[in-house]
Nanobody, 123 residues
């Protein structure tokens, strides 16, 4: 499975951005999908996950209520809508998938990773 993330960039605090991540190589409709981020000097963390059908989602406390994860299985794509962005959201964002379709909140089970896209929030 290859993953390609799009949509990063520079945005002002309070603004919005949407990230997308397209999978290729095989269909991932039975896989859980997630978004991680790594800020400078910090460890990579799982911030949002979605199960294979989209019926269950997970959010880290730091993004809950501001970010929304969704997926389109017909397009083999996962999205991350980011609203009310803060300077603390500045990081490299990675998409990832795991064959365990109901384990979207298990960061240790993600197996395939995209290349990362930089999001910079200016204050």
């Amino acid at each position: 499975v290859q993953l390609q993330a799009f949509g990063g960039g520079l945005v002002q605090a309070g603004g919005s951005l949407i990230l997308s991540c397209a999978a290729s190589g095989r269909t991932v409709s039975s896989y859980a999908m997630g978004w991680f981020r790594q800020a400078p000097g910090k460890e990579r963390e799982l911030i949002a996950g979605i199960n294979w059908s989209g019926s269950s989602t997970y959010y880290a406390d730091s993004v809950k209520g501001r970010f929304t994860i969704s997926r389109d299985n017909a397009k083999n794509t996962v999205y991350l809508q980011m609203n009310s962005l803060k300077s603390d959201d500045t990081a490299v964002y990675y998409c990832a998938v795991t064959r365990y379709g109901h384990r979207e909140l298990r960061p240790d089970l993600y197996e395939y990773w995209g290349q990362g896209t930089l999001v910079t929030v200016s204050s």
